[in-house]
């Protein structure tokens, strides 16, 4: 049996990747996540009832823990998730984003490292580290073109330039130290488990609790959007077949404005609670779900438009998306609708859907 460690693991996509690893490998799997506000056992609760299943509580950052970690559980392979997140938070305060998104790969490469300079060969080529990461490192596109694994970077907020910051030293520890680094680059993930501080569940909760839909600058801007569990598909093959020192570019292929996401959870939620029948859109007396769009003044720095290339991981590895933007949603609405206590649990005392990220200073 293989170990891999998985770090960020009660987060969002770390999650759901630990689910697919469950039923798509034999691999004993090693989860530390600090449980900051977006990493919350309750992600993990199924998960941790399976005996392969370790959870260390630790903070990536923190060389003494994580170097225990490896000398207690000896892993073949790591996947790091442990981010911070949410570009609005980054403009409020960057430094936890410095800290966990730099320092912390920083401490995981270090750690690497030294730990594969005393396995033996076999095990030191069979070592791999593959570093998730976001297509935001390259910045914004025009009305045309796509983010390939050879567009230069060019980061525009506080998130961003951490993340690329990140990427940077991946690279250069395989070039430099010969450690066998995979760096993936993601379109925007939707799906179950996601903090409601991001734009799809943050809407749909709102949209069933009657509250504004706040909706930045015109609407217009433009994401390309993953179903969750196809990045983690892609993840994988990266971290079974990828070439060391490779980079693959994973996105759905689904490009959508603000204001068309805004839209299809409302025709979605009205599927599963319509609005007539829900009491707190009757005493606003609202008669649907768009009655409560709300444009509000733009994100600082925001970025206009995303959009990924996917062709090297499609052709090189054979990984394609199973979802459609339609199907995936539909599946999120239903999720979020049955999983309201999930819902209450990971938002307790830590956020309440109010608006980040408004210091432009």
Known sequence: MQTMLITGGAGFIGANFVNYALENTTDRLVIVDNLTYAGNLASLEGALRDSRVHFIKADISEKESITDVFLKFKPDRLVNFAAESHVDRSIDDPSPFVQTNIVGTFVLLEVSRKYIAGRSDEQRSGFRFLHVSTDEVYGTLGETGLFSETTPYSPNSPYAASKASADHLVRAWHETYGLNTLITNCSNNYGPYQFPEKLIPLMLLNAIEGKALPIYGDGGNIRDWLFVDDHCSGIMLALKNGLPGGKYNIGGGNERTNLQI????????????????????????????????????????????YAIDASRIR?????????????GLAKTVKWYFDNRQWCRTVLEGKYQRERLGLKAE
Do not use: M
Request: hydrophobic share 30%.
């Open 262 to 305: 805004v839209d299809r959870i409302c025709e979605e939620v009205e599927k599963v609670f319509p609005a007539a029948s829900n009491p707190a859109l009757l005493k606003l007396g609202k008669q649907s779900y768009s009655d409560l769009k709300t444009f509000v003044s733009d994100r600082p720095g925001h970025d206009r438009r």
């Open 315 to 327: 052709s090189e590895l054979d990984w394609k998306p199973i979802h459609d933007f339609e199907s």
